[in-house]
């Protein structure tokens, strides 16, 4: 039989198959208490009655049993619930007819009914409408029978029955339909799990059979890629060799590069292709007996220089002079080669690695121990998961693939052995081997293998392309590749004549490769620095200023994102333009970078001829922006020594005027033999007047020459000392107004005390600039300014200086507190003024706002804290 296909089907075949189990339950309990019932009829029944209830007896057993016959065919499969909901009104009606001879209406055999009821409610699972029709008739046929025969007799007795049947009836009925409710809901939720479960492994099907089919095309393609890589890596040998040409020093260091990353690419095909052969149990093992003791020590040796390269110290050391071991020592080879690679490139330069051999009873252990910085010991299982690394960011310290220490384990329990990784003080993989043969499984064996020296001499060459991979791969360069990146130094080699070359670059990355391939496509025309991460790069441009970076995104520490904007920051690097590459070309990274101060932006792999054409253009407009910024300032100088000239000549005028008139005085004076008294206090006043405006003259001469030098100074002292902001203003006031000449008005209004702790100096560098401004806004003759101050409750002092001039334009509002800003024109003042007060009141750590209407005037107001918490010092 199928099973059903959809949860309709489940639910009907199972509601069938429960009420015909059920029904088949209650038959057999009515035939077996229909026995007893008859007993009680003959004991209790009026013996004219007995024949009728002994004929209806026997008629419904007689039904009963042909119900249960009727119970297993596909007839009562398709109305299962029409047939319990009969056979419910039969039994009730066998019951309705006792009562008939047993009181009517008031029967107490009524209770039978109840009984009929409750057992229909749980051996049955019908719908409410069945259950509602089948308690209807029911008590219909009780109530209908008896009145036909008994009439009222009775009556008050047989309604407290009928409502204790009928309630019996509602709470029957109630208790069907939750019942029918639940055991949908059972069903459907049972048919949904099946459903789950099924496709759950119908899908664990499919995956195995796409990951067979995974790895069988993983196995496949990587086999393939020998063949291309081989005819890459035979010409590039043959190049390194002389055979094609002699080339010169850096063409042979582009065609070295390139034959190491072809190299690093071959090493990866096989890992990648051993990880698959494992995964399906078809690596085999051509076992032999080894001495494990002459080959690490000779693998160290060959080592030993390599780690050199990092001042690392590596030692080697044995219980014994001699440990046998049963093994496929090429394929363990390259489990201690990575160990030994994974010690040096996480040990820092002047650590220590060392390898020890433990020959103990039945085992052999191999110890690789180093002191760098370790891992968390709660990581120590998951470092032989396949793609896992322990810092699995993108800015990590330490590049990889992940498969490293997974291919390692797999070859170690292939040999029957186990690995395992502690971290103390240091990072400690223990490699522990069976030294018997007897625990190789079969399957894991190369019946063809025999022993076989990794260490043997050259196999024999020019036997095809695949041969030339398997040799390649033999040869030491080839095998200790893992150890020779990772100790490597040496990124960027030295050109003889780069100091001649105008510009330079700096590239901060922290693969070796791409700062060769950036290296080598901008080395003809910049000379050529490196940094492997960003902290490093930034203290490199700092101390070298390149004329371009070229940076990575993703770095360890430093990422490229904060190096940027380190640069940005300092005034020295600033101006140096950078070019970012990263793999990273989503169009957020690339606007970030943009918003960071990056310049140019390329993807990985990026074209070398690009890099050079934007490395050229960024260099070029480099050149063009200092050419414009000294056209810019020598215009500028037009305009400050215009500028100059008024600050100066205004007040050397008061002088010169004022003293070519006392000379006139004097010269008359000394004509006069005689002079009354009046004429003398005259001409005393008079000479006093010229000498203070004199005065007043020389004071702004000093204070314009003050004034340039406090803003052209790269720092000065700043000592912060109380300063009443109301008296200084008024001194301001008496210096300014006769100096400017000007007919204008000028109103003070103090409230309370208006004391502030500043420079003093700066704060009078602000009230002169915002009062003379003011002043010489105003129209003559009914030309007014007003200058206000008061405490306020937030500990700030507020300082209004208000003019009734022509107000300022709303395009230059913005404008008016920049550097050699002006609307006066050459000659008029020189457009630092109000710079000098933006800064004199933001380094107080207050704020400058100004209101200003065309025709109505501006004001300027000033709030500043009347207290510092710290002193300030040089700047």
Not at 277 to 303: C, F, H, M, N
Not at 393 to 412: M, P, Q
Request: hydrophobic share 40%; charged share 25%.
């Amino acid at each position: 039989m199928t099973s059903p296909t959809t949860e309709i089907e489940r639910w009907r075949n199972w509601v069938a198959e429960r009420n015909s189990r059920g029904l088949r339950t209650g038959a057999w309990i009515v035939l077996a208490l229909y026995p007893a019932f008859g007993i009680l009829d003959f004991l209790f029944s009026p013996r004219e009655a007995l024949p009728v209830l002994y004929l209806t007896r026997s008629i419904v057993a007689l039904l009963t049993i042909a119900l249960l016959r009727a119970t297993r065919t596909p007839a009562f499969a398709r109305h299962h619930a029409a047939a319990c909901a009969a056979y419910t009104v039969l039994c009730a009606s066998g019951i309705t007819v006792m009562t008939v001879f047993m009181g009517g209406l008031s029967s107490p055999y009524y209770v039978g009914l109840i009984l009929v009821m409750v057992g229909s409610g749980l051996l049955f699972v019908v719908p409410l409408g069945i259950v509602l029709a089948t308690h209807f008739l029911s008590i219909l046929g009780f109530v209908i029978t008896n009145m036909l025969v008994h009439g009222g007799d009775h009556l008050a007795q047989g309604l407290s029955n009928l409502t204790f049947l009928s309630a019996t009836a509602i709470v029957t009925a109630t208790g069907q339909l939750v019942l029918y409710r639940l055991h949908r809901e059972q069903i459907s939720g049972r048919f949904a799990l099946e459903q789950t479960k099924a496709n759950l492994e119908a899908a664990n099907t499919r995956l195995k059979e796409l990951d067979r089919y995974k790895s069988q095309f993983f196995a496949n393609i990587t086999h393939e890629f020998k063949t291309p890589l081989a005819m890459i890596l035979t010409p590039l040998e043959m190049l390194l060799g002389g055979d094609v040409g002699k080339y010169g020093a850096a063409e042979k260091a582009t065609f070295e590069s390139m034959f190491l990353s072809g190299m690093k690419l071959l090493k990866m095909i096989g890992d990648l292709l051993d990880l698959s052969k494992l995964e399906e149990s078809r690596l085999r093992l051509k076992v032999g007996e080894q001495d494990l003791a002459p080959y690490l020590r000779y693998l160290v040796d060959q080592v030993q220089p390599l780690a050199r390269r990092k001042d690392i110290e590596l030692t080697y050391s044995s219980n014994a002079e001699q440990c046998l071991v049963y093994c496929d020592l090429e394929q363990m080879e390259r489990v201690f080669i990575n160990l030994l690679s994974n010690a040096l490139k996480f040990t820092a330069r002047g650590g220590h690695v060392r390898v020890s051999l433990h020959d103990l009873a039945g085992t052999a252990w191999v110890v690789v121990k180093d002191d760098g910085p370790g891992f968390p010991s709660e990581l120590s299982e998951r470092l032989f998961e396949r793609f896992f690394q322990v810092d699995g960011s993108e800015t990590r310290r330490h590049g990889g693939t992940g498969i490293g220490l997974a291919l390692a384990k797999e070859i170690v329990e292939l040999h029957g052995g186990h690995i395992r990784a502690e971290s103390d003080r240091g990072a400690r993989f223990i490699v522990e081997l069976i030294k018997d043969k007897d625990h190789f499984r079969p399957e894991a064996l190369d019946r063809r293998s025999q022993r076989r020296e990794v260490v043997a001499g050259a196999r024999e060459a020019d036997r095809g392309i695949q041969d030339f991979a398997v040799q390649m791969q033999s040869r030491e360069e080839f095998r200790l590749l893992d150890i020779v990146e990772a100790t490597e130094r040496r990124v960027i080699a030295r050109d003889p004549d780069e100091d001649s070359r105008a510009h330079s670059c700096l590239v901060v990355e922290d693969t070796p490769d791409v700062i060769r391939l950036v290296s080598m496509a901008l080395r003809p025309q910049f000379k050529m620095l490196s940094a492997p991460d960003g902290l490093a790069g930034l203290e490199l441009a700092k101390r070298e200023l390149p004329s371009l970076i070229v940076t990575d995104l993703m770095m360890p520490g430093m990422d490229g994102f904060e190096l940027v904007r380190k640069l940005r920051e300092d005034p020295a690097t600033r101006h140096i333009p950078i070019i970012m590459l990263t793999a990273r070309g989503d169009v957020e990274d690339r606007v970030a970078g943009i918003d960071s101060g990056v310049n140019a932006y390329l993807a990985k792999p990026f074209s070398p001829r690009e890099l050079l054409s934007a490395a050229r253009g960024l260099v070029k407009m480099q050149a063009a922006t200092a050419d414009i910024l000294l056209t810019q300032r020598m215009d500028s100088l037009e305009t400050i020594a215009g500028g100059l000239a008024h600050e100066i000549n205004n007040p050397l005028n008061y002088v010169k005027n004022a003293l070519v008139r006392v000379r006139i005085d004097a010269q008359a004076l000394l004509d006069k033999k005689e002079m009354s008294a009046a004429e003398m206090q005259k001409l005393d006043k008079r000479v006093r007047d010229l000498f203070g405006v004199a005065e007043s003259g020389l004071k702004r001469i000093a204070g314009t020459v003050e004034l340039m030098g406090s803003y052209s100074r790269a720092g000065y002292t700043r000592e912060l000392r109380p300063y009443d902001v109301s008296q200084a203003a008024r001194e301001v006031i008496d210096l300014v107004l006769p100096a400017t000449g000007r007919k204008v008005r000028v109103e003070t209004s103090f409230e309370g005390d208006c004391s502030i702790e500043c420079v003093p100096e700066e704060m009078n560098q602000l009230l002169t600039n915002l009062v003379q401004n003011a002043i010489e806004a105003s129209p003559e003759e009914t030309g007014r300014v007003d200058v206000t101050g008061r405490a306020v409750e937030s500990g700030m002092l507020e300082l209004r200086v208000k003019d009734n001039g022509h107000g300022i334009k709303p395009e230059d509002k913005q404008r008016i507190f920049t550097p050699f800003f002006t609307t006066k024109g050459p000659g008029r003042g020189m457009g630092m003024g109000l710079t000098i007060v933006w800064r004199v009141a933001t380094s107080l750590g207050g704020t400058l706002a100004v209101e200003s209407e065309p025709g109505q005037g501006t004001e300027f107001l000033v709030r500043v804290p009347v207290r510092r918490e710290t002193q300030r010092g040089a700047a």
